[in-house]
């Protein structure tokens, strides 16, 4: 794979990255790692990156690798950039012929999101999105769950996602990570809410199989100066008469990455944690609640293909993130030796959450706007 | 005391005399325990109540305990009666010169809640209100660190009461303490969130001493035919700017009594959930999280009146009602030994958080009528 | 109940007091709480205590309530005593024709244990100790389990109580509660072990319902200047060939009361801690973990009898102490009323538990005397 | 580097390749991974091995490696078969001039580890163990913390390592796992203290820095037909005095892979859970518990090392795995550099921890077949 981002000093570039070496199956081999030459190159040589292949920019990789002879040429690209340079290496890419990984959320803004599906399907070619906390085994052992009814029609859901790291304001001190989170130019309409307020929405959406119909939210930015959202709450109602309340923030001091979210059915309920993310709470109308673990062998197909050791052996963030390079190459290698992929490599993000999660973004600011309406999530 | 409400089958009422006796202060030497001089009978002979003093009906045991010598005669009466009976008792023994403890909600509706007010003013005698959960140490802690200034300004308050036990619809089936709870004509306005809801904005108001400036609420019946919400989410905005969320729900399969909170200010956070009580989480803006803990010689003068036993000995629910009664009867004993009470003994809920809870139920009911709008709540 | 000891500033005295306050069947009503008439009247006063029956000596409360028609004397005492004072009084108090509830341990050493056995035997009197840990619902709750062969034949047992409040030489410093349990001339042969040591014990044997046939131990007294063992390590081996580790600390630094238990037969395993005493952990050799809480309707009848609050709402130590007293008080209101007690109100430690904790104290002391030799725990 | 073992099915083969892979700087080139030629160009096709580097024996392959030209041969072999095909392998590569990794225990007893340091120093290549456990960040820090005196002088130990897969006689149900661990001529002189055992010694060897001087252990094979100890508790005398408790067990029936330590010294304690690794509680003579976090800013340099992501994205057993990886490699870049190691890459485990865990095995053999009797752990 070649990868747009993730220089020195990125911290999404270095996740990725492992998350692709993990399983041994993809091989980083070309770059444009940096906004200068230089820097890409630099950053390409720690990588042991042969230095022909680290590309001053994303346009430059892509006409060179797809003059490469076929066997030769990276197979996808990884887009690790901030969001404002999600669209543009995906488009070129996709329309030179390669596949297209990219991180959350999928564009700058909504409309751009529903252009690039456009341009996927004219391509052909493959598309996925990291929204890694689906990665999770005991994830996808609750959506599996879900689906087969084991909690009945689906009544109630709470996701939350509170951070504290931008509780005072780092953005003016230097904090790299920071700066371009709450800048408008780069990171679009929503701060807290496009950075990790998307993720909630794509894990519920994800697990129950559920449209978010409407919502509501009020989005506040409390840090003086800050020009986006750093906590919002929402409501929800789904398509199926649920009801929900989602909430993020990044101002919860000394929170760490607690996203989290309870469901509960007419029959049953579950509860997941992604910072012990290796158990499953499930509870019953009646009996005992019970501890579904990451690892164990009663867990169904999709849950026991994103585990790589037994139980007791805890498997992180870095092994959910690798679970969508490892379905979204299998999907690839399943495309490209002509069979049909099988449904566990299918199970990875793609363009449709990305227009959910942009059309998230799109309708909280606007609920916000106009003093928390109702506003539909149609996309 | 004597006791109003409470016969044999109650729920609360037993919990009630549990949490009189505790502290070996409070005799319970009457009651009208049941809605006939029979049921009242029997339940007072089980509590070995003398007999004389097991009366048909609130109003005989006021008139009949008025008419006893000083000494010999009750001190207060405990209201524990569906909500629809609260007022009724309260009003007369004010009137009687009796002070008064209820179960809450104070009242069936907000304005009779503001005329027990002026009924408790007139009477120149003690109101308290069982808003139990404020009995707990680690929530009188928590209150005293965010007096102190210890969280700095308040930003986001996270306050929520899932239940499960009305998962189904179980007043159909014979089950007392949901008949009444689920019942418009007994219960008020809402179900679950004035059985529940009233707790959590209870809480959220009593730890931050800030007052919910307005609301906008999404209230829900998920079981067919069931008259009263059994679910709830609600956005607070509170006075200083803070913001807010508190949801309810009794039909979240298989939760307990979950009623948590969390709470972010500029410069810390707090976090408490009430199945694990004897535990206070504070996070800061750097350095490690600390769990604070009951019984501990670092607590504050609140949080360590109302503990009873040393570190490590769990204290519960019993306990934290106990608070209650037992600050009420050190205010009484206050006043009528002609002293000026202590703010220790001060420290349980009034008729002001009564009114405040009525407010809430009547606002969360108009606001979700009107289809989620903004409510204030001005009470 | 009179009680001996528990004047002001004890610690136990006044927890035995809520325990057999809570449910209200339990009247204390006299007291020779202090080494001093003063200090006993003193005390007894705070307590309510009619004035003639705060009594300056054991001995003298004891011939006075005797003279007592039998309608107004005391039924039974309790002994909240350090432990060289745990046998005079519950002698007397037999002998004079009341029952005894004492603090445990039984005795001083084991010798008088026995003796106390024969005393009891030959007074016709019931003796209850209170190793209040066996009072939790959950831990009824899983000796039923064990009993009823859901575990099939136990393999192995964990129990561990560290504690961290002597782990500096506070007896020195004028701390009541360390002073006495640290003297060898009141504490006995052993400090930790003795003090808690011997709860660890009694809840092993509770819960499998094994009795531990041999043991070797390791104690040390860690602190400079300390008199008795601080902490202690102990091998167990119990009669059915399943093996042990029970290891008991007061130096710990930062514990504060952990006692704790895991038990492993051959189909299924438990754990259950104090300090989160509503929750038993069920493991299977198939399938997920359990959770059990107490409250919950799957329980059974011991567990029930032992709970006052539906799920959720924490019960905890007092409680579980008042459980105690509960059954104890059942039992003797049984007796005295010429009934068969039920199963119910005999579940509470006798003087055959009290037997055993002493003759464990005496075995743990004598294997860490010869080096951790293997000693029959054969009482 | 070249792998010994690690074929089809085996599964601490996949956790070394994963381990070695994720930082990127370690290439799997090379193997002989199983016993039969065909088997292992098998497995090594599926791990994308190119087919001439796919070797029948170990023999074979350091032959031929040792043969190819400097800059295209392996580095060092990974060593991932049962104990007792770890000495072979290393001892050839060694005298071939490879430096080695190997997996635990060192060998197969203890005079064959000692022999093997002779070799490792006789040969002057580089030797590393895969204690895993080791290379977990709070691991790291816990060590560091006691090195910097934050505990004070270390008293008690208690560390333990739990599992249940081995509660049946799986190994005579085709269990591939089980069967070479639990046979004597593979696995060596025990079965669960030297699978687990030596995992629970090495960690807390590595955290205090402090030395076993003497141990006495009790080991039982509980389940029928099992010809190697499933369980065993193991009291511990540490050479500054300090007392500990050490038990492993693998019939804890539903229990998972619960390695955890608790160490206690003059002024703090430290507890570590190995299924929840990111935390380590530190508690104090006086204040509240602490709960420290892996990738937090306020970590030491060696846990800082250990970790790849900021707090709340949780790494696991495959990173603290790769961890060990990571010094390794950086070790042997120092080396080949002719650079002085940092003292970060130094941080793994050695012979000298091998030899450790050997003498372990050796002496709590011993002591249990002698009924328990002191034994020192001299080595």
């Not at 990588?47 to 797809?66: K, P, Q, S, V, W």
């Not at 999770?136 to 859901?157: F, T």
């Not at 009801?243 to 923030?249: D, F, I, P």
């Not at 944690?273 to 499953?280: A, F, S, Y």
Request: hydrophobic content about 40%.
């Amino acid at each position: 794979m070649g990868m747009v981002g993730g220089g020195q000093g990125a911290f999404i570039g270095a996740v990725h990255r492992i998350a692709a070496a993990i399983d041994q199956k993809i091989d980083l081999v070309a770059g444009a790692f940096s906004s200068t030459p230089e820097k890409s190159k630099a950053s390409g040589k720690e990588l042991l990156i042969a230095d022909e292949r680290c590309y001053g920019t994303f346009e430059e990789m892509l006409n060179a690798e797809a003059a490469l002879p076929a066997d030769q040429r990276i197979d996808f690209i990884s887009i690790v950039t901030p969001n404002h340079m999600h669209f543009p290496p995906a488009k070129l890419a996709l329309e030179k012929g390669f596949h297209v990984l990219s991180d959350k959320p999928a564009c700058f803004d909504l409309q751009q999101s529903k252009d690039l599906k456009g341009i996927i399907d004219a391509s052909g070619k493959l598309y996925g999105l990291t929204h890694n906390y689906t990665g999770y085994p005991m994830v996808k052992q609750a959506r599996d769950m879900v689906a087969a009814g084991d909690l009945g029609e689906i009544r109630k859901i709470v996701v939350e996602y509170p951070q504290g790291w931008l509780a005072t304001r780092i953005e003016a001190e230097g904090a790299k990570q920071a700066e371009w989170r709450t800048d408008p130019k780069r990171s679009g309409a929503a701060g807290c809410m496009g950075d990790i307020g998307t993720h909630a929405e794509n894990l519920a959406e994800y697990i129950t199989g559920l449209k978010i119909k409407e919502l509501l939210a009020d989005l506040t930015a409390f840090v003086d100066g800050r020009l986006l959202d750093d906590d919002g709450n929402v409501l929800l109602r789904f398509e199926n008469g649920a009801k929900g309340v989602l909430h993020a923030s990044q101002i919860s001091v000394g929170v760490e990455n607690n996203l989290s979210i309870r469901i509960y059915g007419e029959k049953a309920g579950l509860e997941w944690h992604q910072v012990e993310p290796n158990t499953l709470t499930v509870t019953w109308l009646e009996g005992p609640a019970e501890i579904w673990r990451a690892g164990q062998g009663y867990l169904g197909a999709n849950a026991t293909n994103a585990c790589r050791t037994p139980a007791g052996h805890p498997e992180g963030y870095l092994e959910a993130f690798a679970n969508i390079y490892k379905n979204f190459a299998g999907h690839i290698l399943a495309v490209e030796a002509g069979e049909t992929p099988s449904d566990l490599v299918m199970d990875y993000p793609k363009i449709d959450d990305g227009i959910r999660g942009m059309a998230f973004i799109e309708a909280v600011v606007h609920s916000s706007a106009q003093g928390a309406a109702w506003t539909p999530l149609g996309a």
